[in-house]
C-alpha cells in the first residue's frame, strides 16, 4: 500500500480560479509535509511545508493539514499559466531520536496542474 | 552558487555494462539522496546517506551501490544495469537543522539513463 497518495490527475482549471491539489498518507508518525512543484524537465522546487495542523499561507499558496483525518492539501489561488506543472505531495519521518531532521521523505506520485488561458 | 550537481545528465548504455552517475554538493550538506522518477509512480528512494560512511538502502535499492567517502560526493553505482533501470534519476542533498528545519531537499538536474 502506498504510504503517500495524491487525488488522481490530470487537473484542469481555468486561469484565474482555484486549484486544489490533495494527498493523503498512511503513517501517523509523519511529522512534516512538503509540496514540490515540477516543471517538465526539470527537478523538483519546495514551494511549501507544513507541520502544524491547520493552514498555512505563502501568497497565493495556501498548504492544509489535518493529523487526525491523515490529509493535506494545496490551495492555489488565482491560478496562471506558469503554474502548469506537476505537484509533489511529501511527507517527513523522524528516523532518530530527539527531533533529529534526519528521516525518511516519501513522495507520492504527483499530480499534473495545466492552467489553461 | 548553491547547488548539487549530478553527471551525466543524459546517457544510454546497454544491459550489463557498469555505469557510475555522480553527485556532488557544495553545501555542506550531511544527508544526500537518490531517487529515482518513473511515470505514475513518483519520486522513489533508491539509497540515502546521513553522513561519511554511512548509507542505508530506501525503497528500491535492488540493482544499486552507492558510497560517502567525502561528504560532498555520493555516486550512484549500477553495477550490471538492466532495462528495468531505464528511468529519470535524481540526486538531492538537505542541511541538517534539528526539527523544523527539517529535510528540505536541494535536487540537482536530474539524470535521465536508458538501458538497452
Known amino acids: 500500500q502506498k504510504e503517500v497518495e495524491q487525488n488522481s490527475g490530470p487537473l484542469s482549471v481555468p486561469e484565474g480560479a482555484i486549484a486544489s491539489l490533495n494527498c493523503t498518507y498512511s503513517d501517523r508518525v509523519s511529522q512534516s509535509f512538503f509540496w514540490y512543484r515540477q516543471y517538465s524537465g526539470k527537478s523538483p522546487e519546495l514551494i511549501m511545508s507544513?507541520?502544524?495542523?491547520g493552514d498555512k499561507e505563502d501568497g497565493r499558496f495556501t498548504a492544509q493539514l489535518n493529523k487526525a483525518s491523515q490529509y493535506v492539501s494545496l490551495l492555489i489561488r488565482d491560478s496562471q499559466p506558469s503554474d502548469s506543472a506537476t505537484y509533489l505531495c511529501?511527507?517527513?519521518?523522524?528516523?532518530?531520536?530527539?527531533?533529529?531532521?534526519?528521516?525518511?521523505?516519501?513522495f507520492g506520485q504527483g499530480t499534473i496542474l495545466t492552467v489553461h488561458p | 552558487e548553491a547547488q548539487v550537481t549530478q553527471n551525466p545528465r543524459y546517457l544510454i548504455t546497454v544491459t550489463g555494462k557498469k555505469l557510475t552517475v555522480t553527485c556532488s554538493q557544495n553545501?555542506?550538506?550531511?544527508?544526500m539522496s537518490w531517487y529515482r522518477q518513473d511515470p505514475g509512480l513518483g519520486l522513489r528512494q533508491i539509497y540515502y546517506s546521513m553522513n561519511v560512511e554511512v548509507t542505508d538502502k530506501g525503497d528500491v535499492p535492488e540493482g544499486y551501490k552507492v558510497s560517502r567517502k567525502e561528504k560532498r560526493n555520493f555516486p550512484l553505482i549500477l553495477e550490471s544495469p538492466s532495462p528495468n533501470q531505464t528511468s529519470l534519476y535524481f540526486c538531492?542533498?538537505?542541511?541538517?537543522?534539528?526539527?523544523?528545519?527539517?529535510?528540505?531537499?536541494?535536487f540537482g538536474a536530474g539524470s535521465r539513463l536508458t538501458v538497452l
Open positions: 507544513i507541520y502544524s495542523n
Open positions: 511529501a511527507d517527513f519521518i523522524s528516523l532518530g531520536a530527539g527531533g533529529t531532521s534526519y528521516g525518511k521523505l516519501t
Open positions: 538531492a542533498s538537505s542541511l541538517s537543522e534539528g526539527y523544523g528545519g527539517a529535510n528540505v531537499l536541494t
Open positions: 553545501m555542506n550538506h550531511e544527508y
